[in-house]
Nanobody
């Protein structure tokens, strides 16, 4: 079983950048497909990006394609989400998640393990 802890959230102006990190412990990190999701107040949790076990393949939501980049460092047990050209509509709690067996996976229900979330607020 893997434990996930996100960091890097904060307040940023529109057009700015943030990098989120999610560090894993308790299990072999490279055994997990990792994803980022977000949830804004009153909205459903939505898929943002995912990366496969080795980092060779990635998948993005259309709303973030070209602005966000997911990457991972298996030696550091960490997955990252680089967010550029941020917009007010990117404001949400961002969660990292992990699952072992499926690629690609873009639905929250397919992920078995979740972090506690980190708040990202983009001001206009």
């Amino acid at each position: 079983q893997v434990q996930l802890v996100e960091s890097g959230g904060g307040l940023v102006q529109a057009g700015g950048s943030l990098r989120l990190s999610c560090t894993a412990s308790g299990s072999t990190f490279s055994n997990y497909v990792m994803g980022w999701f977000r949830q804004a107040p009153g909205k459903k949790r939505e898929f943002v990006a995912a990366i496969d076990w080795s980092g060779d393949r990635t998948s993005y939501a259309n709303s973030v394609k070209g602005r966000f980049t997911i990457s991972r460092d298996n030696a550091k047990n960490t997955v990252y989400l680089q967010m550029n050209s941020l917009k007010p509509e990117d404001t949400a709690v961002y969660y990292c998640a992990g699952e072992r067996q499926i690629w690609p996976v873009t639905t929250a229900g397919e992920y078995d393990y979740w972090g506690q979330g980190t708040q990202v607020t983009v001001s206009s």
